[in-house]
Structure formats: structure tokens, C-alpha cells
């Protein structure tokens, strides 16, 4: 991580913040038997001064976010072109999860989104990981729990759903597991620059992680991380970030993107959007547990088919593009870096020939159609698929308009499966998007 002049007047910052007017929607409980309540709905787009980001480590210029160790995390925003804005920056591509995205039930909907018009405007960047001597260069972030200017604290002995959103950034080397939420009673938010914390560690009974503390290797592509966590009612603050030392961190290396111009560095560097939690009276109305895609696909599969598209010179365009497919991982929406290259390639031609209309054709699996009818984060994945293949599109510059999108479900078996394939690479050829040219 990258240090800058504005650290020091950062802190300087940090100390002077008022916690105050932010989106968290503290409710008092007027009894047992209430409805759920949110407690915190922060989705990293409310700055004190203009928000315009042109320097790494600037979460401090957020209203009721800081750091609280020596390495400061970043905030990335659609007011800040280049390095730090939405879109292609330092770390990768990626865009905020607006609220469209999430799919949320009608109770979170009213809790968290009325309308559907929260959140698609920034999203925050920390380092999980770096190995040898920079592991001291993590970072974190930490949400102070208040309603206008008064501090809260969570109710002893109540449940809580938590989740968050992470996507891997494009220019890590690594792919971490750990990625952890910690409830502390401390603020950290007035220590002295000179004194700050490399790292924080973890503490028992406030310290939580998804299922199975996965490793979360998804790049161009956000997932949820969720669970549940029962308050000790001292908690002031949700703090975000690798709470293990290097030892106790698993690492998967990654390979470079075909295609991508993002420098790759040593570390595991993960966007972070859209942190909510509520009161719960049980583990049912925590849509996001009982939705748990990771679970489920290590469940059912973890297999990705892939295949390279063959490509002659007496091919016309429409054929080119219609021999490109994106494959996906069971119950998952977010890309593949072959998947990508496929995109690219696709965009390429649309560039160069301003009339071309593409159709996107999304498909599932029949397992994923059964698992939809429990969890709702794979209902529809084949739209799903699509729909996210063209706001990917559409980011690079291709005008909507010549796009259409559709859905097959799991009805059109694909034509690569062969006989002989098992039911488990059968279905992982059904779990694709294709592509095809139109008047």
C-alpha cells in the first residue's frame, strides 16, 4: 500500500470527525416479538467535503468511517475520475452494488432500500494480505455504531445478521481467506498517528467470518460475506479486515487476467461495499444465511468448464461472436477471467462496426432451478448471468440500445455435452451465456 503527505492530515481529520448523519437507521425495540429493525446501512458515499478522490488511503474523507491501524484504507467514488474513481482504477475493474443487485427480500427492502435506490455510488479498498516483510501493511475499516450524535451500543443477548459485500481486486497476486468482521468495544479512533496498531488482532467471541471461512477468489464479480452474531452489549463499532496473522491466513496465487493492463502487486486487496446489519429474532430471518451460494456450491459443484473458441479467418463477424461463451461456477454470476476475454473480444468487434446489435442468452443448471426455490440469491441465474454480462458492457462504453437480453433457464441443453460427461460436467456446461448477432 502506497503511503501519501495527506496521512498526517488525515488523522488530523479522523480526530475532529462528528459522528453524525450517515445512513444507520437505529430503531428502539419496544418489546419482544418486533419486527426486525436496521441497525447499521452504510454504503461508503457520504464524504465531508466533495468526494472527490485523487489519493490512496483517503477513507478518512468519509463521514463516520476511519481507520484505526497505520495503514489507512481507500475509498473509490464515481465524482473521481482515474486512480480511485468507479469503473477501471488502480486495483482493477469494478463498480459499487447498488441496491438493484442485492435482490433483497421485501422486510430488507423496507429496512435497508425503500425504493431500491440505495447505494451505486463508491465503495471502500483494503489490503487482507501481503507476505514476508510488508504483512505489516494491512488495513481496515471501522464503522462506529451512531444515530446523529449519539453513540450506540448493540442490545446485550440479541441476534444480529451482518453482511457485507467483497470482490477480489484485479491486481492482487493473492486471493485470501479471513476476511472477518470484529465487534469491538474500543473506538481507536483518537490514538495518535505514531502510535497506531500495524495490525489488530483478533478477539474471541467478537470475531466472525463467513462459512467456512472461504477464500474468496472472485475477481470482476462481488459476493456476500454473512453471519450471525449474538452482542455482549459493550460493542461500539464494526471493524473490518484480516484479524490472523500471516500463518493463520490461507493464500491461493492468482493468475493474471488475459487482456488486463492493472499492475499486479503482492498482496490480497478486496473491495468492500454495501456493510448492513439488523436485529433477528432467529436464523430464518437472515435471508443471507439461508441463501449461503457458497455453501450451497460446495455442496453441489465446484466445477468451472472452459473451452477456447476456435477462431478461422473465413469466419464473419456474427460467427466470431457467436462462438464466444462465458461459463460459471454453480449459483455464481461473476465472471471468469477467460470469460473476459471473451467480452473484450466481442466489444472489440462492436467497436469496430458501430451496427452491430448483440442478443446475451443466459442458462443454469436444473440443480441451481431446484436450490432457487430455498435461496433466493440463485433465482433466475441464467437472467442474472446476462444481465451482468451487459452492465459489463455497458461500463466499457457499449450503448445499451444495442443490446438485448434473454433467458433460456435450464430448457437448451448445450451442444458441447457429450455422452460419455458426467452429471457434474454436465451441468457445468449447461451454466454458460452466449452470444449471437441481430438485425
Known sequence: MRFSSTLFKLSVVISLMILQGFAL????????????????????????????????????????????TLTFADIFNRNSPGDYG?????????????????????????????????GGDGFAGIVTYKPGKLSKERSYITIPFVSGKDKLKMTKGMKYCVEFWVSLGESSKYASNNIQMLFSKDLLKDIPLENMPAIISREPGRTLSNYKNKIY??????????????????????????????????????KKPKGSEIEVLPHAYYYIDNVRIKEVNSKEQCTCILADTEEVAEVY???????????????????????????????KKSYTPSGKEAFNFIIAEMNSDPSIRIEITGHNDTKEDEVAEQSQELANMARQRAEAIKAYFVRQGIDEGRIEVSSEGANELSLDIQSDDDNEVRDAKSRRVMFKVIP
Open 25 to 68: 437507521n437505529a430503531q428502539q425495540r419496544s418489546g419482544k416479538g418486533d419486527k426486525t429493525k436496521a441497525f447499521l446501512n452504510f454504503t461508503f458515499e457520504d464524504f465531508i467535503d466533495d468526494g472527490i478522490i485523487s489519493e490512496p488511503n483517503s477513507i478518512g474523507l468519509l463521514k463516520n468511517v476511519y481507520s484505526s
Open 301 to 331: 459443484s465446484t466445477l468451472i468448464y472452459d473451452k477456447t473458441p476456435i477462431l478461422t479467418d473465413k469466419m464473419t463477424s456474427a460467427q466470431k461472436i457467436q462462438e464466444q461463451v462465458a461459463y460459471f461456477g454453480f449459483g
Open 86 to 118: 468507479v469503473g477501471i482504477n488502480i486495483y482493477g475493474d469494478e463498480i459499487p452494488v447498488e441496491a438493484s443487485f442485492e435482490r433483497l427480500n421485501e422486510t430488507d427492502k423496507n429496512l435497508f432500500d425503500k425504493g431500491l435506490k440505495g
Open 217 to 254: 477468489n472472485g475477481i470482476f464479480g462481488w459476493e456476500k460475506v454473512c453471519a450471525m452474531y449474538e452482542a455482549k452489549g459493550d460493542e461500539l463499532c464494526i471493524i473490518i479486515g484480516n484479524f490472523e496473522t500471516n500463518e493463520e491466513t490461507k493464500t491461493e496465487p492468482q
